[in-house]
């Protein structure tokens, strides 16, 4: 048999086709023996393997692989699309299931790594939480994880910008000093001594350090091996260290509010027992709420590091077994003694400004997960138990995590989509490839089929010859892309725990397997069912004849008209509509109501797909024309005999490549499709940071000392803009009212108080539009005089378009008719109702949340002017929130842009 001429195909399938027919024989033979009882063991297993050898089966395996030898390149074509959908498949399918790693950490970057916290409510007449009585409550394993909290701005003061002569922990001096009255001040004797400290605002964590790593809260700071701070001690952020000039070792002061920092426990030791402290000849009371204690920097971080929020920009880090002993030191001496020892005793255990817990491990195991709906599930029933079981009605909730992920979850579905899109095309190109790939084989073959159906080859055999051909691409295929897979997955996982520092398995889950063999058993059966077709649509003559081409350029059809049989491709086509409509309008409305997003994305996906199949379809009856159009650009100097003859083979062999052209179409297609949603993306996330941001260069302003920022430091910005030659000008925004009102909300009504909503209450300057992005600027009407008209009307507000229309305002009235009530607490006043003008209304504006559609806490914009006067403040004492800068068009790319802005920082 190994000795066959390859120049004669005859001779070649009838051997072969001998081989098959005798493949039986063995078994006939074994069937044959009238004693099987009496044959030597050895014998029945020889003759058993030799029937199993020579079976019809196995023959059929050898038969493929040796015409596989004479078809190297189909063969290599084949497996190789095969390897590239496993390998992409596996890895993308892997990847929508980790993907919610990248959610998880931008999450926690920007809340922390913190899954639950809880707070006393703000109705609540208590203060305080008591943690010792939380872990006597919750001794389980899975709510065991958990740890008290102190989180609050402070003053910050550098002990070198001080007197040296004065001891930095004598706390005598800071609230006592011979000569001096400064004991009645408010900020006691401090600035004597230290009339050069500038005073900086920190935010000042004190946490439990073993309980946290035991948590695995902070993985950045765990892996930085910062230690513990001991007592008297503190770790610093490198802002701070750079704004103060300190050095490890070197001394800081803090300033705190006993009363609003300790709250309740201040309350209870200090408030109750307080006497009237006064000095000789003296009726002015003492103040000793403020406290300044000294701390020395033993350790200088870099970054959050998981520990604090992306907001946090001056943190502070001190222990909390050792905060309330170490600054009950440095209380004013005034301070009743009583009450000092006191502090002294207390354990801060039992008065938490905060709690927060993490979930048990696999932590983040829970949080890798696609549906966003799954992890707010798990998250919202670990938080219910703990509420239960400690008493929920004093208490505010907060999941951080989640509430950061849920901006991301729309995300998440959108890449889903992406990425199912992407496994489905190519399980659809794969198909047509090996389709291709084996009509070719078929055509080339076909002789061979036709002698093996002549001697009467049954179809469920010739269907297994077919599909073990295939099943050579996609078997080794499966494991090579696994393999592959792995590999590649391996990679990822330690990139990605080098950056993020979340720990993600290396190996390869069941799904992404399953699914991979789903493929590998799909794309055989589906390239398979064609060539079969093919194949037993030719007669036997037809496959015999050698002398006639196969290649038919005209094919004619009858069909007789009394036949009832109804056509298959119709049947498909109706069913297809059928299902198609159905989604359409009832599931897909369906999913919208439900908010059932994996649904929806897999509506998308199918009308994705068939949208691209449809536009493959009307593509390829413009095949005829481009084919002629082609012909005549390129060979427009040949004869018209040359050009009839090609384009007469172009039609005979339509059918024929009609494969390989929708396969390259759909590839192309493909491809276009992936360049479009990246830009889409790319282009809708710039849009939203741009619309955000308001401008290339914004100047965020905190709180100094807490005190408002007003014009005296606005004016000094100004000036410092002024002298950078590329700034081209610069606009001013407030802070919202509502964040200096103790969080109280600020509502926008109708005069008879019949609709109302909550709104956020800006001031902004004149310029304002000018310099922020006009693009996002869009008002409702033509007035180009908005911010004129808002500063002329010492009332005026500028709205969305939504409340036009739900408030019913009608500008071409008079104002009294067209007149809204603000009502809310304006700067820590009582609440009261203010009348407000609309002067114009936005579809859009940068920064601020402003829309013609209803969306929660929409943007009222006010004149400067108008925003000191709601809350009684003079100039210098509006609080600016943010400068927004102009540059000019020479310095718009982003590498000027960064230096520029460093360089304004430093000169600040």
């Known amino acids: 048999m190994e000795d066959y001429d390859d120049d004669d195909p005859q001779e070649y399938t009838q051997n072969e086709s001998q081989e098959l027919i005798d493949s039986k024989i063995p078994e006939e033979r074994v069937s044959l023996l009238d004693h099987p009882d009496h044959i030597p063991p050895r014998f029945v297993e020889a003759s058993l393997w030799s029937s199993f050898t020579s079976s019809f089966w196995i023959r059929s395996l050898r038969f493929t692989l040796r015409d596989t030898r004479k078809s190297k390149t189909n063969c290599c074509l084949g497996f190789l699309s095969c390897v590239v959908v496993v390998f992409v498949v596996t890895l993308i399918s892997t990847a929508i299931d980790k993907s919610p790693v990248i959610f998880l950490t931008m999450a926690e970057l920007e809340e922390a790594e913190v899954d639950f916290r809880i707070e006393v409510a703000s109705y609540s007449n208590n203060t305080l939480l008591n943690h010792t009585l939380v872990n006597d409550i919750l001794t389980d394993a899975t709510h065991r994880l958990h740890s008290p909290r102190y989180d609050k701005s402070v003053v910050i003061f550098s002990a070198k910008q001080c007197n040296a002569s004065y001891d930095p922990f004598d706390p005598q001096w800071k609230y006592v000093l011979s000569g001096n009255n400064c004991t009645f001040s408010k900020d006691n004797c401090f600035p004597i001594v230290c009339p050069d400290a500038v005073a900086n605002e920190g935010d000042l964590l004190v946490a439990d350090s073993d309980r946290e790593d035991a948590m695995d809260l902070g993985r950045n700071w765990i892996d930085e091996k910062l230690g513990i701070p001991k007592l008297g001690e503190i770790f610093v952020m490198d802002t701070v260290a750079k704004d103060l000039h300190l050095d490890i070792g070197d001394v800081m002061y803090i300033r705190l509010n006993g009363s609003q920092f300790f709250e309740g426990l201040w309350q209870q030791i200090v408030v109750s027992k307080r006497k009237q402290f006064q000095l000789e000849n003296s009726t002015d009371e003492i103040s000793v709420d403020f406290i300044y204690f000294p701390v020395t920097v033993s350790k200088i971080f870099v970054g959050n590091l998981g520990k604090f929020s992306v907001y946090t920009t001056a943190g502070l880090y001190m222990e909390y077994s050792t905060f309330l002993p170490h600054v009950s030191r440095h209380f004013n001496p005034n301070m009743s003694r009583d009450s000092q020892l006191e502090f002294n005793n207390t354990s801060l255990y039992q008065y938490a400004s905060q709690i927060v817990w993490n979930l048990p491990d696999p932590r983040v195991e829970v949080y890798i997960d696609s549906s966003y709906d799954s992890i707010s599930e798990k998250l919202i029933g670990f938080s219910s138990d703990i509420l239960y079981r400690i ?518």
């Open 391 to 908: 008493g929920f009605i004093d208490l505010r909730p907060e999941l951080p995590i989640l509430q950061s992920m849920a901006q991301t979850a729309p995300i998440g579905v959108i890449l889903g989509l992406l990425l199912n899109v992407i496994v489905s095309i190519l399980c659809i190109l794969s198909i047509m490839m090996i389709y291709s790939l084996m009509s070719i084989n078929i055509q080339r073959k076909s002789f061979d089929i036709g002698i093996l159906r002549s001697l009467g080859i049954s179809l469920p055999r010739l269907i297994y010859t077919l599909l073990i051909q295939s099943s050579l691409y996609v078997i080794p295929a499966w494991i090579f892309g696994l393999v592959a897979a792995q590999g590649a997955l391996m990679g990822g996982a330690a990139f990605l725990k080098h950056v993020t520092h979340v720990p993600l398995g290396n190996t390869l889950g069941i799904e992404p397997v399953l699914l991979a063999t789903v493929i590998v058993i799909v794309v055989p059966l589906g390239s398979t069912f064609l060539p079969v077709r093919d194949v037993l649509g030719i007669s036997v003559m037809d496959a015999l004849d050698t002398r006639r081409s196969k290649t038919k350029a005209v094919a004619i059809t009858i069909e007789r008209s009394s036949s009832t049989r109804i056509p298959g491709h119709i049947i498909f086509l109706g069913a297809g509509g059928g299902i198609f409509g159905f989604s359409i309008f009832y599931i897909f409305p369906l999913s919208l109501l439900n908010q059932n997003f994996d649904l929806l994305g897999s509506i998308l996906i199918f009308i994705l797909i068939g949208f691209m199949l449809g536009l493959l379809m009307l593509a390829s009856n413009f095949q005829l024309g481009l084919e002629r159009l082609i012909a005549f650009l390129f060979l427009f100097w040949e004869s018209q005999t040359i050009r009839n003859l090609l384009r007469k083979n172009m039609v005979a062999h339509r059918s024929r490549n009609r494969v390989t052209s929708l396969s390259f179409s759909l590839a192309v297609s493909f491809v276009i499709f992936l360049f479009v949603m990246y830009d889409l993306q790319t282009k809708n996330f710039l849009y939203q940071q741009q619309r955000n941001a308001g401008s290339f260069l914004r100047v965020n302003i905190r709180s100094i000392a807490g005190k408002s920022v007003g014009i005296p430091i606005a004016t000094e910005l100004e000036q410092l803009c002024d002298k950078l030659e590329n700034i081209q000008g610069y606009a001013w925004m407030t802070h919202p009212a509502n964040t200096l009102t103790n969080d109280d909300v600020i509502e926008l009504m109708t005069r008879g108080k019949l609709i109302s909503q909550e709104v956020e209450l800006y001031g902004i300057s004149k310029n304002f539009f000018e310099v922020a992005f006009q693009e996002f600027y869009i008002p409702s009407t033509s007035n180009s005089n908005l911010m004129e008209d808002l500063y002329n009307n010492p009332h005026g507000v500028l709205l969305g378009s939504y409340y036009e229309s739900l408030y019913a305002v009608d500008q071409s009235r008079d104002e009294g008719d067209s007149a809204l009530l603000l009502y809310g607490p304006f700067f820590n006043q009582t609440k009261a109702y203010e009348r407000v003008i609309p002067v114009g209304f936005l579809d859009s504006a940068p920064v601020f949340l402003m829309s013609e559609y209803p969306k929660e806490d929409q943007a009222v914009l006010v004149s400067l002017p108008h925003y000191a006067a709601l809350g009684n403040l003079t100039q210098d004492e509006i609080p600016f929130g943010s400068m927004l800068l102009k540059l000019k068009d020479e310095v718009s790319d982003i590498f000027r842009v960064r230096t520029y802005m460093l360089k304004l920082t430093s000169s600040c």
